[in-house]
């Protein structure tokens, strides 16, 4: 409901596109003032025109620790409060673990498990000191089940689930409240994105957004997404795994892993079909 986040300062990183950019417009329409960050800011203002006096953009990398101290700091002084900060900003490094090097593996650490990281520890002291606040944390179903093909991305986001888990236990304490978001495929931008150009080009890639639809169904709209992800922050949900099919996939993982495994082996084998024999160009 909206009375419950109007009036309220968000931050939310990754705001450009897809969940992160859905949350602020969700945040936005529901009546709070949001500090949307990203580190490409020409589509950060091409996004965020139009959403008001509510929004205020800000360019932020989040593998930059003091970056984002100092931007937290100031929000919070500005505001004269921090009620949420949604460590959203994340990357996918899709590909066979043979064809991945330790560049490759460092990035993705960095952006989705360092950011993360070092989003929780500038917001969570302003918390402890307000006695109150909410940290948000995107993970992922990916993080609750295998994602063969994506095991990189799979990793840090199981990294996110248990720092977000076992912190909420410890932040009970103070009255600040730590919940993940973990969706399934979801249609944004990440799911076409390249090897990032500085580093070196994977020699095989999945297609992911068909591997993901024969994983576990079409990409869902991040709108709805957000919309569900707010509902479950609002009744402070330590997981909240959305939409309802990826509660599903999540419940048979933990009741009968052997069925998951059984069908990601058959959706890897079709995925794998395609791609040339291993050191051929």
Known sequence: MAGYWEG????????????GLALSEELIRRGASVWLTDIDTAALERSAAGFGPNARGHELDVRDSAAVRDLVEFVAKESGRLDFMFNNAGIIMPGEVHDLDIDHFDRIIDVNIRGVVNGTLAAYPVMVRQRCGHIVNTASLAGL????????????????????????????????????????????????????????????????????RRLN?????????????????????????????????????RLAPGLVHSLGRLVVAAELNGRPPVGTR
């Open 217 to 253: 169904g079409p990409p869902a709209d991040p709108r709805s997404v957000a919309a569900s992800a707010l509902a479950g922050v609002e009744k402070n949900q330590a997981l909240i795994i959305v939409p309802a099919r990826a509660g599903l996939i999540a419940m048979v993982y």
């Open 8 to 19: 309220k300062t968000a931050v939310v990183t990754g705001a450009a596109s897809g969940i």
């Open 145 to 212: 089940a295998p994602a063969p093909l994506l095991s990189s991305y799979a990793m840090t986001k199981h990294a996110v689930v248990g720092l977000t888990s076992s912190l909420r236990f410890e932040a009970a304490r103070y009255g600040v409240r730590v919940s993940a978001i973990c969706p399934s495929a979801v249609n944004t931008p990440m799911l076409d994105a390249g090897t990032p150009q500085d580093l070196q080009k994977v020699p095989w890639r999945p297609n992911v957004r068909r591997y993901l």
